[in-house]
């Protein structure tokens, strides 16, 4: 599915962004019936969808969701100035093309407005982050395995050089940092959160999981928060890998408002 719409992070030309997106069986996209639809960034966001088997969107549609996976500003595979335009901008243009592209489904009447979800993983997990501070149009979100407070992040994880490079250093570039954290608004979230994270994660430390979900919940936001024991970035036993499915769906179902 190709969506276009203004860029109205930057010099309002128009932008076209590529998204993969899954049905459930029997969907007929001529004759559609709105479905229950989860927004699911990929991570990187140096990386990109393609449209190939993965087991996770199998897991959803099987359970009657569409599953939208768009190619957002600062994919790779559509030229290096569309991979390079969210350098230092985390939570702009992303954000802009992920919901046009959810606006696309709405109006095409695939997705069902009211039972909107989103999820995602690593960077997934913190553009997750940044829409729940931009909308409250999803019944309930899943940031898995993120970062949300860039400046408290810088010298945990492992990627303190690539974040040097896109942002420069913390004391010298605090409210830069702060742009780039979706902490930095997170009093705007009302959207009931399950936040994940591995226990050995170098990546994005389960310290901002924490972190963010100590933050919602302060503000009497529900959210649960998960912490695989032995865990790195990404789950590797088969039994937390299914769980954290499980996990998931059970969530979005207990936030769906067509679920008794």
């Given at each position: 599915?190709r969506?276009e719409?203004d860029?109205?992070e930057?010099d309002g ?9 899954y049905?459930?069986?029997g969907?007929d996209?001529a004759?559609p019936e709105?479905h ?12 990109y969808?393609d449209?190939t088997f993965?087991f996770?969107n ?5 359970r ?12 790779t595979?559509?030229g290096q100035?569309f ?8 939570g702009?243009v992303?954000?802009v093309d992920q919901?046009a592209?959810l606006?696309d489904?709405?109006?095409?009447g695939?997705?069902a ?5 989103a999820?995602g993983f690593s960077y997934?997990g913190?553009s997750?982050?940044f829409?729940v501070?931009?909308?409250?149009r999803?019944a ?10 860039r400046r408290?992040?810088?010298?945990t ?6 974040t040097?490079h ?5 004391w ?6 702060e742009?780039n954290s ?6 705007q979230?009302?959207?009931p959160?399950?936040v994940?994270?591995g226990?050995?994660d170098?990546?994005c ?10 933050s919602v ?5 529900p959210?649960?928060?998960?912490v695989y ?8 036993d088969?039994d937390n890998a ?10 979005f ?8």
């Amino acid at each position: 599915m190709r969506t276009e719409h203004d860029d109205v992070e930057g010099d309002g030309d128009p932008v076209t962004v590529e998204s993969m997106v899954y049905t459930p069986p029997g969907f007929d996209p001529a004759d559609p019936e709105p479905h229950p639809t989860v927004l699911w960034p990929h991570g990187g966001p140096m990386s990109y969808d393609d449209p190939t088997f993965r087991f996770t969107n199998t897991y959803f549609t099987s359970r009657g969701y569409i599953v939208l996976r768009p190619n957002y500003r600062g994919s790779t595979s559509y030229g290096q100035a569309f991979c390079e335009t969210l350098r230092g901008r985390w939570g702009s243009v992303e954000v802009v093309d992920q919901l046009a592209a959810l606006d696309d489904l709405v109006g095409r009447g695939w997705a069902a407005p009211d039972r909107l979800f989103a999820t995602g993983f690593s960077y997934g997990g913190i553009s997750t982050g940044f829409l729940v501070t931009e909308t409250d149009r999803f019944a309930a979100a899943a940031p898995e395995h993120g970062i949300y407070d860039r400046r408290s992040a810088f010298g945990t994880d492992d990627t303190h050089v690539f974040t040097e490079h896109d942002l420069g250093l913390p004391w010298e570039n605090p409210e830069l940092y702060e742009a780039n954290s979706s902490v930095t608004e997170i009093d705007q979230v009302e959207t009931p959160l399950l936040v994940t994270a591995g226990e050995n994660d170098w990546r994005c430390p389960p310290t901002q999981a924490e972190q963010l979900y100590v933050s919602v919940r302060k503000q009497g936001v529900p959210a649960k928060l998960v912490v695989y024991q032995d865990e790195g970035h990404s789950p590797g036993d088969p039994d937390n890998a299914v769980h954290r499915l499980e996990t998931i769906v059970e969530w979005f179902e207990r936030f769906d408002p067509t679920e008794d």
